[in-house]
T-cell receptor, first 111, second 116 residues
């Protein structure tokens, strides 16, 4: 059973911020929220992860709601190379790396 | 981020033959490696988890005698598809985590297997 729900697709204009939502209403206290992306015919690329607090790195920001039932991945300035399938995954701390992928969101960045 | 390399990137084999795919962690010691399979227009499906020096743990529905996994060292895991059939044609991807790493896993670039 999918533990996360994401919209199947999303378009974004180049240079604008892309906000990708994810619902994980059944998340447990020991589960992290991970975001990966997969560009066509390549292996997934790690983006960011978090437990409770908002996180930011050179690629993106992760905003987790206070009840932890949903989160948003923010790509601050989308480029054409950000076109990919984005996966939001919840995974417990005692099985790091063992990821159950859902369908993800196909993000298309347009000029 | 850490680097995980897969070889070959694509392979074509005849039905009935076996194919070996290698997954290497280039700059860290991978205590655990994972193997996934991805069919066209579908998401990744976890096949098995392998810990260095021990037998792999397979997900439900994955035949352990068909998909042989060996994780003999901290930098190498192999997946052998035995007696391959056309329905085994898929994109196979490995990932790895290590003790000294943060809580993320890093993926190889994938291997496109075509069985003819």
């Amino acid at each position: 059973d999918a533990k996360t729900t994401q919209p199947p697709s999303m378009d974004c204009a180049e240079g604008r911020a892309a906000n990708l939502p994810c619902n994980h209403s059944t998340i447990s206290g020991n589960e992290y929220v991970y975001w990966y992306r997969q560009i066509h015919s390549q292996g997934p690329q790690y983006i960011i992860h978090g437990l409770k607090n908002n996180e930011t790195n050179e690629m993106a920001s992760l905003i987790i709601t206070e009840d932890r039932k949903s989160s948003t991945l923010i790509l601050p300035h989308a480029t054409l190379r950000d076109t990919a399938v984005y996966y939001c995954i919840v995974s417990p701390t005692d099985s790091w790396g063992k990821l159950q992928f859902g369908a993800g969101t196909q993000v298309v960045v347009t000029p | 981020g850490a680097v995980v390399s897969q070889h070959p990137s694509r392979v074509i084999c005849k039905s009935g033959t076996s194919v070996k795919i290698e997954c290497r962690s280039l700059d860290f010691q991978a205590t655990t490696m994972f193997w996934y399979r991805q069919f066209p227009k579908q998401s990744l499906m976890l096949m098995a988890t392998s810990n260095e020096g021990s037998k792999a743990t397979y997900e439900q529905g994955v035949e352990k005698d068909k998909f042989l996994i060996n994780h003999a060292s901290l930098t190498l895991s192999t997946l052998t598809v035995t007696s391959a059939h056309p329905e085994d044609s898929s994109f196979y991807i490995c990932s790895a985590t290590g003790v000294t790493m943060n809580t993320e896993a890093f993926f190889g670039q994938g291997t496109r297997l075509t069985v003819v």
